[in-house]
């Protein structure tokens, strides 16, 4: 997946990459819809707790609505400043199907994430990007949302409780607290990749036993807790660098541009961020996530190389990541 990641990254444009993911986004969609109503048995959880739940292509409803989300992002990023016709009412098709979908599976972390997600890109496109004065109203909003999140987490048991969900987030928290406990007793390397999840590991039946339900989770449903499961505090320290250079050229990226591909790299990031609070979605076994990440780390940082600032001649780059019509 990470040399997918790096090929794709630099062989295609973030305009070019914005266009694929779209379409292989929207045939997802689309054929999730389809096993919805042609396949009921496939794309529909008939029985069990969550019956009813629409689960389309992808096996879960949570994972269904990850990627849901992660279209409904792509989708607006290919709305915003997009001065097309047709790839504008293409992205708001999109953007009304992918949110129909997240609402129908019922994910509750989905359906946060999604308004989270939606609110904070909308900042972006029509605040963030206007100059300096702006600065000031980025400062209000981020007391506001900090005063929001602190009251949230003053009263987040009643507040979960309200929404049907238990204060210990489905279990998540008492996963979260055992499996600290098993990052300390090896934190600097770690388990290993998947040593810590696998069938018959020992550690894996503590973390079962320690939730008392007779279920064996088959992660720790965060994603940087499974990071550094795998990997120790070496693994995740080297990320987590990755991380902030990324995310500040991604900055700079949707700071300096005025096309839709411009936001693509922040409003990526963002979900991931979001998303890794509650799910797995950065190493844990294969899923586009970690792709996209290692595709958007080398395209912002040829962004950056091509930059008016800093110039380069083709020659400059290696031939392999030479491209032909550079587009960013």
């Given at each position: 997946m990470?040399?997918?990641?790096?090929?794709?990254?630099?062989?295609f444009?973030?305009?070019?990459?914005l266009?694929?993911?779209v379409?292989?986004?929207?045939?997802?969609?689309?054929?999730?819809?389809?096993a919805?109503?042609?396949?009921?048995?496939?794309?529909i959880?008939?029985?069990?707790?969550?019956?009813?739940?629409?689960k389309?292509?992808?096996?879960?409803?949570?994972?269904?609505?990850?990627?849901?989300t992660?279209?409904?992002?792509?989708?607006?990023c290919?709305?915003?400043?997009?001065?097309?016709?047709q790839e504008?009412?293409?992205?708001?098709a999109?953007?009304?199907l992918?949110?129909?979908?997240?609402?129908?599976?019922?994910?509750?972390?989905?359906?946060?994430?999604?308004?989270?997600?939606?609110?904070?890109?909308?900042?972006?496109k029509k605040?963030?990007?206007?100059g300096?004065?702006?600065?000031l109203?980025?400062d209000?909003?981020?007391?506001?949302?900090g005063?929001?999140?602190?009251?949230i987490?003053s009263n987040?048991a009643?507040?979960?409780?309200?929404?049907?969900r238990?204060?210990?987030?489905?279990?998540?928290?008492?996963?979260?607290?055992?499996?600290?406990q098993?990052?300390?007793?090896?934190?600097?390397?770690?388990?290993?990749?998947?040593?810590?999840?696998?069938?018959d590991?020992?550690?894996?039946?503590?973390?079962g036993?320690?939730?008392?339900?007779?279920?064996?989770p088959?992660?720790?449903?965060?994603?940087?807790?499974d990071?550094?499961?795998?990997?120790?505090f070496?693994?995740?320290?080297?990320?987590?660098?990755?991380?902030?250079?990324?995310?500040?050229?991604a900055?700079k990226?949707?700071?300096?541009?005025?096309?839709?591909?411009?936001f693509?790299?922040?409003?990526?990031?963002?979900?991931?961020?979001?998303y890794?609070?509650?799910?797995s979605l950065?190493?844990f076994l294969l899923?586009?996530?970690?792709?996209l990440?290692?595709?958007?780390?080398?395209?912002?940082n040829?962004?950056?190389?091509?930059?008016?600032?800093?110039?380069?001649?083709?020659?400059?780059?290696?031939?392999?990541?030479?491209?032909?019509?550079?587009?960013?």
């Amino acid at each position: 997946m990470s040399a997918f990641g790096i090929y794709f990254g630099s062989r295609f444009t973030i305009k070019q990459q914005l266009r694929l993911i779209v379409v292989v986004l929207g045939i997802g969609a689309l054929l999730s819809l389809f096993a919805v109503i042609a396949m009921p048995g496939v794309g529909i959880k008939l029985g069990g707790v969550h019956a009813g739940s629409w689960k389309g292509i992808y096996g879960h409803k949570n994972t269904f609505s990850a990627y849901m989300t992660l279209t409904l992002v792509a989708f607006f990023c290919l709305l915003s400043k997009n001065k097309n016709p047709q790839e504008s009412l293409l992205a708001r098709a999109g953007l009304l199907l992918s949110i129909a979908m997240i609402i129908l599976s019922t994910s509750k972390s989905g359906l946060i994430i999604f308004i989270v997600a939606l609110v904070s890109l909308s900042l972006y496109k029509k605040f963030i990007w206007k100059g300096k004065p702006t600065l000031l109203l980025l400062d209000l909003t981020v007391l506001t949302l900090g005063s929001i999140v602190t009251v949230i987490a003053s009263n987040w048991a009643p507040l979960i409780t309200s929404l049907g969900r238990d204060p210990t987030l489905s279990g998540r928290t008492l996963i979260w607290g055992g499996v600290i406990q098993k990052i300390m007793e090896q934190p600097i390397l770690g388990y290993g990749q998947m040593g810590f999840w696998a069938p018959d590991a020992t550690e894996r039946v503590e973390i079962g036993l320690r939730l008392g339900r007779g279920y064996l989770p088959p992660h720790s449903h965060n994603g940087f807790l499974d990071m550094t499961l795998f990997v120790g505090f070496v693994g995740l320290s080297l990320f987590l660098v990755s991380l902030v250079k990324t995310y500040w050229h991604a900055l700079k990226t949707a700071y300096k541009g005025s096309k839709p591909e411009d936001f693509w790299p922040l409003g990526l990031l963002s979900l991931l961020l979001l998303y890794n609070m509650t799910e797995s979605l950065l190493t844990f076994l294969l899923n586009i996530f970690w792709v996209l990440y290692c595709a958007t780390v080398i395209s912002t940082n040829l962004y950056q190389r091509r930059s008016p600032e800093k110039q380069l001649s083709k020659h400059s780059l290696p031939r392999s990541l030479t491209l032909s019509k550079p587009n960013y």
